[in-house]
């Protein structure tokens, strides 16, 4: 819980300072679970080998200080992937497509998913939970996507069980995702707790009721 309030505070900070506080996104191979794919079609595109996966992600401000520590997934198939591309963050509502995205992260995730399907210790489980998470990513971004026989069995099953098992639970608004997005790379869906301006407001207030009461205690 703590964590979440501190990284809560953080996005307050931010959006109190507005443009003057610049951040950027940064994805780091170090901590990414991810393999290639092959032979993946979307819609009449065939792309003969493709990473997916769960990417180490980084918000830093311009001046080299990080923010959060999360993790993304791509959401952009048609473009290249570059461990060292500049992003920027899309702050309007996510539609029905990339909500759905999220909602699948959201219970998901080999780590932090409320339904993950596998909690084990071992990456190479986690790895193969992270890829076909991937292909569920872009499935609902792109809709039904054709996985090549090449691929493990076991990821493809998996894939196929977590579009099978989608119920998005109407109260879901995908407010802790934001949407990181580039011109020469894949866009990603970012984990992060970025709360809606009247939840802002609220925790602010909060914030401000809790270092007023810290204080008169100290005293």
């Known amino acids: 819980m703590r964590k979440w309030i501190v990284l809560t505070a953080v996005f307050l900070c931010l959006?109190?300072?507005g443009p003057a506080q610049a951040t950027q996104l940064k994805i780091d191979n170090s901590g990414s679970l991810w393999g290639s794919l092959i032979d993946i079609t979307v819609g009449n595109t065939i792309h003969d080998s493709v990473g997916a996966g769960r990417f180490h992600t980084k918000v830093i401000t311009d001046?080299?200080?990080l923010l959060v520590d999360t993790f993304s997934y791509c959401v952009d198939i048609n473009q290249s992937f570059s461990w060292n591309t500049p992003f920027s963050f899309e702050n309007t509502p996510m539609d029905h497509n990339y909500l759905l995205a999220a909602w699948r992260v959201y219970n998901?995730?080999?780590?932090?998913?409320?339904?993950?399907?596998?909690?084990?210790?071992?990456?190479n489980d986690r790895s193969m939970v992270a890829q076909a998470l991937q292909l569920a990513v872009w499935d609902a971004v792109y809709?039904?996507?054709?996985?090549?026989?090449?691929?493990?069995?076991g990821l493809v099953a998996l894939y196929k069980k977590m579009i099978e098992l989608d119920v998005i639970n109407s109260s879901f608004t995908g407010s802790g995702?934001?949407?990181?997005?580039?011109?020469?790379?894949?866009?990603?869906?970012?984990?992060?707790?970025?709360?809606?301006?009247?939840?802002?407001?609220?925790?602010?207030?909060?914030?401000?009721?809790?270092?007023?009461?810290?204080?008169?205690?100290i005293k």
């Open 143 to 153: 809709g039904s996507i054709s996985v090549g026989d090449a691929n493990d069995d």
């Open 63 to 65: 001046d080299g200080k």
């Open 108 to 123: 998901y995730d080999p780590f932090i998913g409320v339904n993950k399907f596998i909690d084990y210790d071992n990456d």
């Open 15 to 17: 959006a109190v300072a």
């Open 177 to 217: 995702f934001m949407l990181a997005i580039s011109e020469g790379s894949q866009d990603q869906l970012v984990a992060a707790p970025v709360p809606e301006p009247a939840t802002m407001l609220l925790m602010g207030i909060g914030l401000l009721g809790l270092g007023v009461v810290g204080r008169k205690r």
